[in-house]
């Protein structure tokens, strides 16, 4: 078995050739090095084992069942934990799929959908940030469950611009990173964060992963 400790190794996942492929030229692209390809659960989980990359980029429709790879990935999660960080792709959006691998914790790990991969910068950005230990939540999963949450009225309490950080903050993204995306200053995101955890009755953690574990817990509270 051999550990290697490099945070830009990768394995990709993926039954379609031309998946693979793309998201290997883009990750290549991107700074990272794909040491080996899976075309299947079973392909991927004895690559993992065997080389023990820093990341698996996986769809979690694969063979031979049709959430395999969904399996795989929490197999991954549940067997190297802090070791091998996973980034979950998917063709459909499907948050039940995002809850049950968020479930363990935000850390090192992602959920995109494949329309990402469109756009070089966005997979190449979610990569890196599940790869160094953090979170990429796709922004339309983020929205369903916000759609769906039961604290609706929890929700209600907040204003439009604290909707939106918090829907940047469920994604993963760091006080900077939302700063930039809404147009505003970092010191206005945090006392927009600091007033999100006040009104919905949560406290802010130490860091950014902890503060998205308590976004995702509350939006868990659903129907």
Known sequence: MVARRDSQTVIV??????VREGVTRILTGGGFDV?????SAEELLDLVAREQPALVVVDIRMPPSQNAGLLAAERIRERYRNQVRVLVLSQYLEPDYALRLLGAGVDGI???LKDRIADASELVDGARRVAEGGSAIDPDVVAE???NVRGAARLARLAPRERAVLAA??????????A???HLSVKTVESLTAAIFDKLDLQPGPDDNRRVLAVLAYLDARD
Do not use: H, K
């Not at 903050?169 to 939302?178: C, D, K, L, V, Y």
């Open 13 to 18: 996942a993926d039954d379609s050739a031309v």
């Open 35 to 39: 040491i080996g390809q899976a075309r």
């Open 110 to 112: 992602g959920y995109l």
């Open 145 to 147: 469950l916000v759609r």
């Open 169 to 178: 903050m469920a994604e993963g993204r760091s006080n900077r990173s939302i």
């Open 180 to 182: 930039g995306r809404l």
